[in-house]
């Protein structure tokens, strides 16, 4: 997190009230429910804790990935010498290296030891104490915050009580802002392996294929077998035709964005031009009025169908498509249908659920849309139409509808 400049120095306030106190921390405790930025919340954190404590600056640290050094991630007050010098400490520096270290709250009575870092300029001379406050969440300590004094202040005991509390609650903020780094990693990582497996199912086996037809080419050629020559190189061109067109159909898919008019609309807007782009005539069929689906689910369920439709379109030979969506008690459920020539017998009848996990399988996109309905917490089954043709049915269980999907 980048620093904003402050003011190098704000005005000196008397400790407040309890009732002070109080209001400090009932505001800070809505901020953090209501998942306020967490630069902004330190931002108006110090200026509030400051003039709690009657300090003259402030300024919060967390630890470095390698925990052996305390970064500065905010600051109010400090003068911009005193910034350049602070904004990366070992982590064993005096006091600050104890209340990083076990959750305290302790004075640096002796400021000589922070002029170390090339700051006596202030301390000692505008600054003549340093509090160091611990930021706990659960036994490990994130981080610390300072206040700085002009005198050899002190706070009454009900304050520095205030002041821990404060501590943990930032402590709590920290760790939910570290889960949320972890999780778009790991949505990043998630991503990039769909990607792969689309690039794979989509020009692998095709690459493959013209990769053994080049020998039999180039033989034909030195031949001076025209007939052969004149098949491998159809043969060749036809294949790289396919790659063209298979890149653009995974280009055009990874740059698909969730209509923000909702999922009904973006379905409503793939039928709408399905027939012009495959010749497939596709009816969309909807008996819910209201899916009470999340963002995050709609965005898995679309991706779902437009994977099944792009199926469809690619190896069905069908002249009719039917999305259907069906919602009760339990359950919104979503099919999708075909009239063409049907799967073949390995696929049939594939079920994937939470608990029985993933199965075998040798289509790249039908394992992306397993992945999908799992992180749904949800069913798909793949299988033979009745009548004639493909069907897959995925299957969002209610219960799973008022818990936030992370993909």
């Known amino acids: 997190m980048d620093m904003k400049k402050n003011p190098s120095h704000i005005a000196p306030s008397n400790p407040a009230t309890p009732m002070d106190a109080g209001n400090v921390v009932a505001d800070l405790s809505a901020e953090l429910a209501g998942g306020s930025d967490l630069e902004q919340l330190l931002e108006r954190f110090l200026v509030s804790i400051i003039a709690l404590a009657g300090a003259q600056a402030g300024a919060v640290r967390v ?3 390698d925990g052996k050094h305390m970064r500065l991630v905010g600051q109010l007050g400090l003068p911009p010498n005193v910034l350049m010098n602070e904004r990366l400490v070992e982590r064993n520096c005096g006091m600050c290296g104890i209340a990083v270290s076990k959750d305290v709250l302790g004075w640096v009575d002796d400021v000589r030891s922070c002029a170390r870092h090339g700051s006596d300029a202030y301390f000692g001379l505008q600054c003549h104490r340093v509090l160091a406050i611990s930021m706990p969440h659960g036994d490990e300590v994130l981080g610390i915050y300072n206040l700085f004094f002009e005198s050899d202040a002190t706070i009454p005991p009900q304050t520095e009580a205030i002041l821990r509390l404060i501590g943990q609650l930032l402590g709590l903020t920290l ?18 392996q769909e990607m792969v497996n689309e690039v794979h199912d989509a020009l692998a086996q095709t690459l493959a294929y013209v990769k053994m037809r080049l020998p ?5 050629m030195l031949a001076h077998d025209d007939p052969l020559s004149i098949k491998y190189f159809s043969d060749v061109k ?13 280009m055009t898919y990874f740059r698909t964005r969730m209509d923000p008019l909702g999922l009904l609309h973006a379905l409503h807007g793939i039928g709408e031009g399905f027939f012009d782009r495959t010749g497939i005539e596709l009816e969309i069929r ?16 679309f991706h779902i169908v437009q994977e099944a439709l792009a199926n469809i379109a690619k190896h069905s030979m069908a002249r009719r498509a039917f999305v259907t969506i069906d919602k009760n008690s339990q359950r919104v459920e979503f099919l999708i249908e075909d009239d063409g020539l049907g799967m073949t017998e390995p696929f049939v009848s594939t079920i994937v659920t939470a608990a029985t996990g993933l199965g075998a399988s040798r289509h790249f996109g039908l394992e992306i849309m397993r992945g999908r309905a799992l992180r749904l917490g949800g069913s798909i089954e793949v299988g033979r139409n009745e009548g004639g043709g493909t069907r897959v049915r ?14």
């Open 175 to 192: 760790h939910n802002a570290r889960i949320e780094r972890e999780r778009l990693r790991l949505t990043v990582m998630r991503e990039r």
């Open 216 to 220: 039999l080419l180039n033989d034909a």
């Open 63 to 65: 630890l470095t990935d």
């Open 394 to 407: 995925l299957v969002v269980p209610v219960r799973s509808l008022a818990v936030e999907v992370h993909a």
């Open 286 to 301: 909807n008996s819910a009025q209201n899916l009470n689906l999340t963002d995050e689910q709609e965005v898995q369920v």
């Open 238 to 250: 036809k294949a790289v035709g396919e790659v063209h067109h298979n890149l653009r159909e995974v």
